[in-house]
């Protein structure tokens, strides 16, 4: 999951000003000088002699708005009472919220809902368990778990500090695809003991989506307990952006008129996300793929202590190409970075085939400024919201979580993954399609509602889907 900071944000600072001393035009004079953007001025409280406003200034970052605050303490007759950013006051209490579907309003609802009543509907499961996904929450629930070890842009931060973005992922899924998340936050590292709880809770889910953990556990966490389970697993880091990043690509290819089987990638940072990405683009029909990371470019013929790095090392360089990343990016027609900052340089680009196209998806700081990248690429996307072509997860998992939950899958394959890329893809039209518009806004309210129906069809094609058809179609 993608944690960046914004080029600006709405700070609220509540200021008591005493009204013989100081005036609200001595206050906005003193936050325009240190170039603060005064939007909203909200009386909270007045007397004779004092009023409390809040303030509200868009501001371009934490240091910014300390200045501001410095500025203002040096007014007489003004007391700064506190600083809000807005970011942290939605946060308040949390994101979301448990609510009942149905009221308990007297003895009659209470012995429907709880007791006595709701032993009949225990029996009914325990003699037929499937009955669990029409009588229960599994059907529609999605467990988010996370250890906190890898939350992207911040590192390993914890399990309590992880929680906001939990919470976050649980709202995507409600509001993009109407599925129930709840954020599940381990204050474990173990490897077994974290796919031991994850076991142990399944029965309540009917998925589970793994997020924010470190590799290389994050690899053997997913495929023990996609082994383990028969319901749904999928780690969004790895496979949501492979799944992203194929759909651009797609749209890219469309545009440089280049083959999928024609083409050189180069994929910088082999970690989970560059594993999963490369898998799929190769999946996907790319034969000739280069891993890159600190120690160049991955190859066969050469020793890894990391054994996923000697797995991809197989399937991937078939010209056992070696070296740094300046030296095998040359006359490479993609460049796909989840690594780091400013790595990527013109001059690489400059060496790349004739229409380039680069994914620098590192974030908040991509590997190379789009600015610089402009004038020598064909087509140019990033993690970013503030620049074309965004490559955001969330364009994924909501669709693809409800489309496995209304066919009841057992698992998320990788046809499901490939059409789920595909119907994210199809969303751009031939007419709307250009260089800065390769795939759709995570808004577009097609994306959801497509890939819901590829992946349904690709559960029951591949067999991985319990339910049947008819049933699907309807929800």
């Given at each position: 999951m993608s944690v960046t900071s914004g080029a600006s944000t709405y700070m609220i600072?509540?200021?008591?000003?005493?009204?013989?001393?100081?005036?609200?035009?001595?206050i906005a004079a003193a936050i325009e000088r240190t170039s603060g953007d005064i939007v909203g001025i909200d009386v909270i409280s007045s007397s004779r002699a004092?009023?409390?406003?809040?303030?509200?200034?868009?501001?371009?970052?934490?240091?910014?708005?300390?200045?501001?605050?410095?500025?203002?303490?040096?007014?007489?007759?003004?007391?700064?009472?506190?600083?809000?950013?807005?970011?942290?006051?939605?946060?308040?209490g949390g994101k979301i919220e448990i609510t009942s579907k149905i009221p308990v309003k007297n003895r009659d609802d209470l012995s429907r809902v709880y007791t006595p009543g709701v032993a009949q509907v225990c029996t009914a499961i325990a003699e037929q368990p499937n009955k669990a996904y029409s009588l229960t929450i599994k059907r529609n629930t999605i467990a988010v778990v996370s250890d906190g070890t890898a939350v992207l842009g911040l590192g390993d931060i914890g399990p309590m500090a992880a929680m906001p973005v939990m919470e976050g992922k649980a709202m995507l899924f409600k509001e993009f695809a109407g599925v129930d998340a709840?954020?599940?936050?381990?204050?474990?590292?173990?490897?077994?003991?974290?796919?031991?709880?994850?076991?142990?809770?399944?029965?309540?889910?009917?998925?589970?989506?793994?997020?924010?953990?470190?590799?290389?556990?994050?690899?053997?966490?997913?495929?023990?307990?996609?082994?383990?389970?028969?319901?749904?697993?999928?780690?969004?880091?790895?496979?949501?952006?492979?799944?992203?990043?194929?759909?651009?690509?797609?749209?890219?290819?469309?545009?440089?008129?280049?083959?999928?089987?024609?083409?050189?990638?180069?994929?910088?940072?082999?970690?989970?996300?560059?594993?999963?990405?490369?898998?799929?683009?190769?999946a996907?029909?790319?034969?000739?793929?280069?891993?890159?990371?600190?120690?160049?470019?991955?190859?066969?013929?050469k020793h890894y202590d990391n054994p996923h790095w000697t797995a991809f090392a197989q399937l991937t360089?078939?010209?056992?190409e070696t070296g740094s990343l300046p030296e095998v990016i040359k006359d490479a027609d993609v460049f796909i970075g989840v690594s780091a900052p400013n790595i990527?340089?013109?001059?690489?680009?400059?060496?790349?085939a004739k229409d380039p196209i680069v994914f620098a998806m590192a974030n908040p700081i991509p590997e190379i400024d789009p600015e610089l990248a402009e004038p020598y690429?064909?087509?140019?996307?990033?993690?970013?919201?503030?620049?074309p072509n965004q490559i955001n997860n969330v364009l994924c998992f909501p669709g693809i979580f409800r489309g496995a939950l209304d066919c009841r899958a057992s698992e998320i394959n990788e046809a499901m993954k490939l059409a789920a890329a595909q119907a994210i893809a199809s969303v751009v039209t031939d007419e709307e399609l250009n260089?800065?518009?390769?795939?759709?806004?995570?808004?577009?309210?097609?994306?959801?509602?497509?890939?819901?129906?590829?992946?349904?069809?690709?559960?029951?094609?591949?067999?991985?889907?319990?339910?049947?058809?008819?049933?699907?179609?309807?929800?």
């Open positions: 600072f509540r200021l008591q000003i005493d009204k013989e001393l100081t005036s609200l035009g001595d004092s009023t409390v406003r809040d303030i509200t200034v868009n501001v371009s970052d934490q240091a910014h708005s300390k200045l501001i605050v410095e500025s203002l303490q040096k007014l007489q007759g003004v007391k700064v009472i506190h600083v809000s950013d807005r970011t942290f006051l939605v946060h308040l709840f954020p599940i936050c381990l204050d474990t590292k173990d490897t077994d003991e974290i796919i031991r709880i994850v076991k142990a809770i399944a029965p309540a889910f009917g998925g589970i989506n793994l997020e924010d953990i470190s590799s290389p556990r994050c690899f053997e966490i997913e495929e023990r307990l996609k082994r383990e389970l028969d319901i749904p697993v999928f780690h969004d880091d790895q496979h949501g952006t492979a799944v992203v990043i194929l759909a651009g690509l797609l749209n890219a290819l469309k545009i440089t008129g280049k083959q999928m089987s024609d083409i050189k990638v180069v994929v910088n940072g082999i970690g989970a996300a560059g594993i999963a990405c490369s898998k799929m683009l190769l996907a029909g790319v034969r000739n793929l280069i891993g890159v990371d600190r120690e160049g470019a991955i190859h066969r013929n360089n078939p010209n056992l990527l340089k013109v001059d690489d680009v400059q060496s790349m690429v064909r087509v140019m996307a990033t993690g970013r919201s503030d620049k260089e800065t518009y390769i795939i759709p806004s995570v808004f577009n309210q097609k994306v959801v509602e497509k890939v819901r129906e590829a992946v349904i069809e690709a559960a029951y094609r591949t067999g991985v889907a319990r339910k049947r058809l008819r049933d699907s179609n309807k929800e």
